[in-house]
């Protein structure tokens, strides 16, 4: 594909299997966490958005990566994701080892209830 991906579903037609598919199932998850977030692309990746910046995956050679732009949110899960590398606002994981659908569920659940804290602030 030439250029950059405008949709979730291109960026994810240029990902070689098994990463694709391990992808799509992150994505569902985020989809069935947060049905009303909003799908973009930001930064050439993935992302979803409600009230902020939300989530977002992506794919590099040796791992795939969810993006949980919180370093806070991540901090208070870090009990749940040893076996994962993790750095400041995202987790590493392969596609033969995925991250569990709970635990995606919650981070995204966590992600919203900041946003919407964060923006109760702001008002």
């Known amino acids: 594909m030439a250029g950059r991906p405008a949709t979730h579903d291109e960026f994810l037609a240029g990902i070689d299997e098994p990463a694709r598919s391990a992808l799509q199932k992150l994505r569902e998850q985020i989809r069935a966490a947060a049905p009303d977030a909003e799908e973009y692309i930001g930064y050439g990746v993935p992302a979803f958005r409600q009230n902020g910046a939300l989530v977002s995956y992506a794919a590099a ?3 795939l990566s969810f993006y949980i732009q919180s370093p806070q949110t991540l901090e208070a899960f870090a009990d749940r994701l040893t ?4 750095s400041k606002g995202s987790i590493s994981f392969q596609p033969d080892k995925p991250i569990p659908a709970a635990l995606v569920r919650q981070l995204v659940k966590a992600r919203l209830a900041e946003n919407a804290a964060l923006r109760g602030k702001e008002k």
């Not at 076996?83 to 993790?86: E, V």
């Open 83 to 86: 076996g994962f590398k993790t």
């Open 61 to 63: 050679k040796s791992h």
